[in-house]
């Protein structure tokens, strides 16, 4: 996902065209990160939206390597949690420290106060320290002893977990996977993709060092403003509206499903749609927009019938049956 200052400094301008300073993170993430294109582009809408990113892979596919890569393309403050199984709700949040020298409690910030939470193998960690991340997800705020403290703007989660049948780990809340804009999936990288990651490796790129790599800051707070203004205008016909309610009401009937999209669920579809149709160059949102992002917006927030789960349906492929089936308007 820098700042200081007198009353009378206005906010900062954006450095150029908002569309390319945010196109242009793709070449600058490309310098670190290969072939994982559809993430990039997820993790940018996130961005624009508003949203947090669940990126789910197995180990070794370069989930953490993204967002350390988006981070440096980024002019954002910007911090790391390492999420293990003896990791408390305050490490992530936030506590009260008594101080001897005031004799009175003072409030020591935890790393959740930043513009870009990278929250590293969030499910190795049991729920409760997972949940505390609820409130600042979707409030933006984080209350400690009753007195809520505002998170800074922008702020974004982005999140990497390894698959579920995986040894130690913790399946998220529905409440909180619920509060994820996208869940991308990182796959195995193609053979050539995997041929050039080691030929970097053998000229000497070094994953802990991206500033060697060559990547610089290319946009900021100021970019992303502007940028989500422009997001804001980008219309939406009664039309577009209608087929995301519809996309969503489909999957609560689909027979493989206990658990179908939420109203929060159509919310989201329609926003990143919407963020998707203003990188391509649009004013206005097409159904091949909803279509794009109807995965990683949806895939998290329907749960499977266990019947259908052992007979190898998966989410993905309920909602492309959804999308299929649901009639797209002119």
Same mark, same amino acid.
């Given at each position: 996902?820098?700042?200081?200052?007198?009353?009378?400094?206005?906010?900062?301008?954006?450095?150029?065209?908002?569309?390319?300073?945010?196109?242009?993170?793709?070449?600058?993430?490309? !310098?670190?990160?290969?072939?994982?294109?559809?993430?990039?582009?997820?993790?940018?809408?996130?961005?624009?939206?508003?949203?947090?990113?669940?990126?789910?892979?197995?180990?070794?596919?370069?989930?953490?390597?993204?967002?350390?890569?988006?981070?440096?393309?980024?002019?954002?403050?910007? !911090?790391?949690?390492?999420?293990?199984?003896?990791?408390?709700?305050?490490?992530?949040?936030?506590?009260?420290?008594?101080?001897?020298?005031?004799?009175?409690?003072?409030?020591?910030?935890?790393?959740?106060?930043?513009?870009?939470?990278?929250?590293?193998?969030?499910?190795?960690?049991?729920? !409760?320290?997972?949940?505390?991340?609820?409130?600042?997800?979707?409030?933006?705020?984080?209350?400690?002893?009753?007195?809520?403290? !505002?998170?800074?703007?922008?702020?974004?989660?982005?999140?990497?977990?390894?698959?579920?049948?995986?040894?130690?780990?913790?399946?998220?809340?529905?409440?909180?996977?619920?509060?994820?804009?996208?869940?991308?999936? &990182?796959?195995?990288?193609?053979?050539?993709?995997? &041929?050039?990651?080691?030929?970097?490796?053998?000229?000497?790129?070094?994953?802990?060092?991206?500033?060697?790599?060559?990547?610089?800051?290319?946009?900021?707070?100021?970019?992303?403003?502007?940028?989500?203004?422009?997001?804001?205008?980008?219309?939406?016909?009664?039309? &577009?509206?209608?087929?995301?309610?519809?996309?969503?009401?489909?999957?609560?009937?689909?027979?493989?499903?206990?658990?179908?999209?939420?109203?929060?669920?159509?919310?989201?579809?329609?926003?990143?749609?919407?963020?998707?149709?203003?990188?391509?160059?649009?004013?206005?949102? &097409?159904?091949?927009?909803?279509?794009?992002?109807?995965?990683?917006?949806?895939?998290?927030?329907?749960?499977?019938?266990?019947?259908?789960?052992?007979?190898?349906?998966?989410?993905?492929?309920?909602?492309?049956?959804?999308?299929?089936?649901?009639?797209?308007?002119?």
């Amino acid at each position: 996902m820098t700042e200081p200052t007198t009353d009378i400094a206005g906010p900062a301008e954006p450095a150029g065209d908002p569309r390319a300073s945010l196109e242009s993170l793709r070449s600058e993430i490309a !310098k670190a990160v290969v072939g994982q294109d559809p993430a990039v582009t997820g993790l940018v809408v996130a961005l624009l939206c508003r949203g947090h990113v669940l990126l789910e892979g197995v180990p070794g596919v370069a989930k953490t390597l993204l967002v350390r890569a988006l981070a440096s393309a980024l002019e954002l403050d910007t !911090k790391r949690v390492q999420f293990t199984p003896d990791l408390m709700p305050s490490d992530v949040t936030g506590s009260l420290v008594y101080d001897t020298r005031t004799a009175e409690f003072s409030f020591q910030p935890g790393p959740v106060f930043t513009n870009l939470l990278l929250a590293d193998e969030i499910n190795r960690t049991p729920p !409760k320290t997972q949940s505390s991340l609820l409130e600042a997800m979707e409030e933006r705020q984080v209350t400690v002893d009753g007195t809520p403290r !505002k998170l800074p703007e922008p702020f974004l989660v982005a999140a990497t977990q390894n698959p579920v049948e995986y040894e130690g780990t913790y399946p998220l809340p529905e409440a909180q996977l619920d509060r994820f804009l996208l869940k991308l999936t &990182i796959p195995l990288p193609s053979r050539e993709d995997e &041929i050039d990651v080691l030929t970097r490796h053998a000229s000497g790129f070094d994953p802990r060092d991206l500033r060697a790599a060559g990547i610089r800051p290319v946009a900021g707070p100021a970019d992303l403003e502007a940028a989500r203004a422009a997001v804001a205008g980008t219309t939406v016909s009664p039309e &577009i509206t209608a087929y995301v309610v519809d996309i969503c009401r489909a999957t609560r009937e689909s027979p493989s499903l206990t658990m179908g999209v939420s109203p929060r669920g159509a919310t989201a579809l329609l926003s990143t749609a919407r963020a998707w149709a203003w990188l391509t160059g649009r004013d206005y949102v &097409i159904p091949d927009d909803v279509k794009a992002l109807a995965l990683p917006t949806l895939r998290h927030r329907v749960q499977l019938r266990p019947e259908a789960e052992m007979e190898g349906v998966t989410a993905d492929s309920v909602i492309n049956a959804v999308l299929a089936h649901v009639p797209v308007p002119r």
